[in-house]
Structure formats: C-alpha cells, structure tokens
C-alpha cells in the first residue's frame, strides 16, 4: 500500500514513500540526522507474514465474506466512528481488503449464494495453502536463514573464545590448587564413600 513516513532529526527532516510492493526506510541513529536505508529482506518478510496474519485474524474475528467484504457494516473497523484511531483502522481494513481479494481468487468464480463466510475462508485457505502461504513462509525462512546463521556462528565464536580466556583458570583448578581457604577450625569433609 502506498504510504509517506516523515522522520525529523533537531533541524533536518527527511521523508521516505513506498510505492506498491516496495517499501522504503529510514536509519534513525541515536545522534545525527535521519538518512535513506535498505529495509532488511527479513524484515520486510516479516511484516508480510505479520500482515497477513493480522488480516486472517480480523476476518475471522469480525466473520467477513472475503468475496465481498463491506457489505455489513463493522463498528470496530470504522474510521468514521473512531477518528482518533483513523490511520490505525484504514490500516487494518487494508490488510482486509487485500487478504479478501487474495482469498476470493482462491475461490474462483463459481461461488454458491448463500454459502457461510467462514467456510468460504476455510475453503480459500484450503487452496491457498500448499500454492501460496506455505512457499512464501518457506521463502521468508530461506531469507532468514543467511542472518540467523551468522549469528549462530558469532555465538559459537564468542563462546570458543571465553572457554579459551578461561582455559589457565580452569587448568589451575584442575591442578589442585584450593578454590577456597578453608577457615582454622574447620574440619575438612571427606566425600561419600562408595
């Protein structure tokens, strides 16, 4: 969907525009002014699983007809009667409004009169599962994997190197030196015989 985001920084503002499917970004560092990014592919995956998730979630939380979907009225939606949440709720029906259409494709044409809502959406989802949502998780997975693998390399880097700074400590303890004085008086305890 396309949208503007304006970002000011003290005397500098800058402003980025999506335009259909592709989205723009914007840094904002903790110090110094706002400047253009590269939005992350896992994040911008992300926001499309998330998307659409929210999207199934209000159609089946408000039971809409993804065939035609404002033919009732929902109060909960409606940004005529919460004009303080405006831009929050186009935003949802949005999302509504793209999910139906993508549902209704599913479908096809040749939709029975009368057939409920929910089985609609279940029949939709039914067909859109193993050709569309399932291959398109499978890709933001595959996205994700370069970044969370890299990761899971740091960490092991990180771990070899505090076993490695803890190596001539662990090799003294090993050598029998005392870990701990032991106060006069004390009498030593012997460990459990067999």
Known sequence: RPGRVVARGGATERA??????ELGALELPAAGPPRDATPWPELVD????WDEWQADRLLDRYDIDPVAPWTRDI??????RHPSWAATLLARRHRVEARAGELAEA???DVPAGTEAARLRA????????RVDLPRQQWALMLQRPGRVERWRAWERMRAERREAMRPQLASLR???STAATPEGTPALAPPGP
């Open 16 to 21: 980025v525009t999506s335009r259909g499917s």
């Open 46 to 49: 992300r926001w499309t699983l």
């Open 75 to 80: 109060p909960a939606l409606s940004p005529e």
């Open 107 to 109: 479908l096809g044409p």
């Open 123 to 130: 029949r939709a989802r039914d067909v859109l599962g193993p």
């Open 175 to 177: 050598g029998g030196e």
